[in-house]
Nanobody, 124 residues
Framework: QVQLVESGGGLVQAGGSLRLSCAAY????????MGWFRQPPGKEREFAAA??????RYAESVKGRFTISRDDAKNMVYLQMNSLKPEDTAIYFC???????????????????WGQGTQVTVSS
């Protein structure tokens, strides 16, 4: 069993930056594909970014602005978000997929564990 706890959300002006953190407890996450998803107000949850070992994948909407990284020694995953836009406003979720592949990392159904989420609000 893996527990995931997100932090780092908040209110930021458009053009600003935030760094989200995801702390994993219970098992080492080195063999997990880790993903970040988001759910904008009134919309479905959508994929943002994923990382397996040092390989990454991004949604087109965040490519070039967001960077996912991991520190397996600390059992942590991060999402650095730059040049934020109002449309980035959402609840951001961390997720873990045991032995998952980047090829399927855009599918939320592939993930075994989810955090509770952290709110990111970008004002215009």
């Amino acid at each position: 069993q893996v527990q995931l706890v997100e932090s780092g959300g908040g209110l930021v002006q458009a053009g600003g930056s935030l760094r989200l953190s995801c702390a994993a407890y219970g098992r080492t996450i080195s063999t997990y594909t880790m993903g970040w998803f988001r759910q904008p107000p009134g919309k479905e949850r959508e994929f943002a970014a994923a990382i397996k070992w040092s390989n990454t994948r991004y949604a087109e909407s965040v490519k070039g602005r967001f960077t996912i990284s991991r520190d397996d020694a600390k059992n942590m995953v991060y999402l650095q978000m730059n040049s934020l836009k109002p449309e980035d406003t959402a609840i951001y979720f961390c997720a873990a997929d045991y032995l998952g592949s980047l090829a399927t990392s855009m599918k939320g159904s592939e993930y075994d564990y989810w955090g509770q989420g952290t709110q990111v609000t970008v004002s215009s």
